[in-house]
């Protein structure tokens, strides 16, 4: 299979905002509701992602935060970004343990059911 480069003209043709309330159109029908991706600028959690890669991601950057602060306590110069990096702590350890918040629940729902369970089963052998 080859691919065919579009010439200029077929470009020009393309109408963008048809295409859009086309997309728009389909999602409705779907009855799907799309919003841009949040900015994740501040490691802001998103909804979409399982707590425990949340929690990985978040310490993962702030063990590079801890190897920064380390570099500075040594008397090592930082670029701008990576001071913009030191900056986002706190916002970072709000996420984790958000985060670890989320796991911990979702770990006493899955212990609540699996209790729920063994009683109903308890139930079952008496009968």
């Known amino acids: 299979m080859s691919f065919i480069e579009p010439s ?3 470009a020009e ?3 963008e905002p048809a295409l859009a309330r ?3 159109s389909s999602l409705e029908s779907l009855e799907i509701s799309y919003s841009p991706k949040k900015d994740d600028s501040l490691g802001i959690m998103d909804d979409l992602e399982d ?6 991601r978040v310490r993962k950057k702030l063990k590079q935060i801890a ?3 380390g570099k500075v306590a040594a008397g090592a110069k930082i670029s701008r970004e990576e001071k913009m990096k030191i900056e986002r702590k706190e916002a970072l350890e709000a996420e ?3 985060a670890m918040s989320v796991i911990a629940a979702e ?3 899955s212990a609540a059911a699996i209790e729920d369970e063994k009683v109903g089963m308890k139930n079952v052998m008496k009968v």
């Open 22 to 24: 086309a997309i728009a």
């Open 8 to 10: 200029a003209a077929q």
């Open 96 to 98: 984790l343990t958000e």
């Open 13 to 15: 043709d393309v109408d």
């Open 51 to 56: 707590p425990r890669v949340t929690a990985k």
């Open 107 to 109: 770990e006493a729902a």
């Open 67 to 69: 190897n920064l602060e």
